[in-house]
Structure formats: C-alpha cells, structure tokens
C-alpha cells in the first residue's frame, strides 16, 4: 500500500494490486500494513492503520499506549485472538493471517504464552494442575505434563508452591503460576497484557526482574502495558497511538 494511502486514518483500507513487501524471513514475528476495522452499526472504526514491524526472536519489547489507542487491539492480532482486517502477519515463518479458527487455536496453543492481568488461574486447582492445563488441552502425556509443569514452576521460583491453591498464595506468586503456565509449552513468544496491573509496587518489580530473567535466558517477550515504568524495564518501546506506531526505539 503506498504512503498516501496510510497517511489518512479516516480512507478506508482498498487492496492494492501490486504485491505487498515481503516479510522479514528473519523475524519470529512479522506484520506488514496490518488494519483492524470494527462495523458500529452503519459506522466503521479503524482501530489501526496499516501498522508494520519485525521483532526478531528473543527480543524483549514493551507495546505502549493509552486507553483507545489500539494497542490492546494489536495485542490480540499478535497473539492470535483475532485476526487483521487487511495485511499479513508472519508469526514463526507461518501466515497465521490466513488460517482459519481451528488453525489459529493450534497456534495460540503453541506459540503464545499469556499472562494477564488478572492471573485467570482457576480457583479449585493447584499452582501444579494450573500450570499443566495448556498440556492438557496439547494432548500431553499425564506424566510428562507433570514433569513439564514442575520444571516450569521452578522456573518462576515457587517449587516449594506447586501444591498451593491461587487463594493461598499472594498475587505476586499468583502471576508467577500464570507465567509458569505461559512458558510451560516453551512457546515462540510470552506475552503479556497488564502484568503488573493488579500488583502493588514492590510485588511488580519482582514480577518484572523475572521477566528480565527469563529475557536473559532466551525467551521472547511483549509486554503491553499504559504503565512507563513498565515499558522501560523492556529493551525496546513501541508507542501507539490513534492506531499508527508513534515511536519504535531502544531503550538500552
């Protein structure tokens, strides 16, 4: 799509003939002139606008922006819950903006960790039987979805927690289990919507050493996040707003 187009958010997005540039073969994730369009009753809202970038694998990056700015948005499309209006999105070599529902759940299952604000660990299980739920619904073996899960508890330090339910532990170990649960597929990407959101200050810095930590040791990660302090624990910030890229810089 050609820059003119791009420059009006109000133009609807048209399909050009030529082919678009290609993605970046070399990125774990690649987006390329990415739309998001939402009908409001005879009404169109663009809640992005041709947004385009690489993250190349085990990077550590902060989405930033404030409420309606569409970064929650590309944070659905990055972790598959929905899928672009128009454009491509490469994600690991695979065009998941072309796969259908079943697919996309394959990839979500895979690919992406989440981590969300609100922990969503189910309230009757272990830390244990948390952690192992996405190798539940992978098709895991029981005992080498165990092993799987305890390794990944010890990753987030709460071995001495496994047998613990979230009403006996702390916030803090509460999104530990959900990291725990996030990493425990070894997925291409952990991605994270709000981590510290329901976390007091101390408790947040802890959650974000961790982050570091797990950074430091390969892992992918996205952070979205409306908190600055947050975005620059991350070594590179993307700024949204009005649902174009405002800034894409390092921040160390």
Known sequence: MSDATLT??????VVQPEPP???????????????????MGSEKVHALHGVS???????YIAIIGPSGSGKST?????GCLDTPSQGEYWLNAKNVSEMDDDELARIRNQEVGFVFQTFNLLARATALHNVELPLIYGGVSSAQ??????????????????????????????????????????????LADEPTGALDSRTSMEIMDLFERLHSEGNTII????EPDVAARAHRVVSIRDGLIEKDEKSR
């Open 8 to 13: 009006s958010p109000a133009v609807e997005p």
């Open 21 to 39: 540039r290609p993605h970046d073969a070399g990125s774990l994730i690649s987006m390329r002139n990415i739309w998001k369009t939402y009908e």
């Open 53 to 59: 970038f690489d993250i190349p694998k085990g990077e």
């Open 74 to 78: 590309l944070m659905n499309l990055i």
């Open 145 to 190: 979805r165990h092993e799987m899960a305890k390794k990944a508890l010890a990753a987030v330090d709460l071995t001495d927690r496994m047998m613990h339910r979230p009403n006996e532990l702390s916030g803090g170990q509460r999104q530990r289990v959900a990291i725990a649960r996030a990493l425990v597929n070894h997925p291409s990407i952990l």
């Open 223 to 226: 952070v979205v996040t409306h």
